[in-house]
């Protein structure tokens, strides 16, 4: 019963932070199965030390917590999304490394060299939307229209940040 406090007190950290940010936050669905395989593991693994063993209500949440994301592993959820924003957001990645394109109902068709590959995004209730990435994804240049468009919303997790200076105690540019 314990994991599942801590479970809960580490997502209404991140509710908090989502409530205090002034930009979009961006959680890859990728991000969250990491998560919650590394907390599941971690927790069994502190069961097994103390030997203890987890109870059935405790092995079911850990099933759910594992499963849930397999279904949005290749999507990226946002939250304080505005569907605008997000639409120029992504057009002005596209456009900065050329990669052509086509707007459909629902998102981007993307003419790459080796195939096509689709951009997806929609909202599931205010406030929160998805990207969704089809097709092939292999090429570098999708890879750095990913990098991009991680780099034009927040994280849920805090960025480290270091500043470093030269020998007359001037910010390098």
Not at 103 to 125: R, V
Not at 137 to 151: F, G, N, P, S, T
């Amino acid at each position: 019963m314990i994991w599942i406090l801590i479970y809960v007190g580490i997502l209404v950290l991140g509710i908090l932070k989502v409530a205090m940010s002034k930009k979009t936050i961006l959680i890859r669905g990728k991000t969250i199965l990491v998560f919650n395989f590394v907390f599941t593991i971690f927790a069994l693994l502190v069961s097994l030390i103390s030997r203890s063993i987890p109870s059935e209500g405790l092995l079911i949440f850990f099933v759910i917590i594992l499963v849930l994301p397999l279904l949005i592993k290749n999507k990226w959820i946002l939250l304080r999304d505005d569907l605008l924003i997000t639409a120029g957001v992504i057009e002005e990645c596209l456009s900065m490394i050329l990669i052509p394109f086509t707007k459909n109902a629902g998102g981007y068709d993307l003419n790459l060299a080796d195939g096509k590959a689709e951009i997806t995004s929609y909202g599931i209730m205010p406030g929160t939307g998805i990207i969704d990435f089809n097709g092939e994804w292999k090429q570098k240049k999708v890879e750095v229209l990913q990098a991009l468009l991680k780099k034009n919303f927040g994280s849920i997790f805090p960025k480290i940040v270091i500043h470093l200076k030269n020998k007359n105690n001037v910010k390098s540019n």
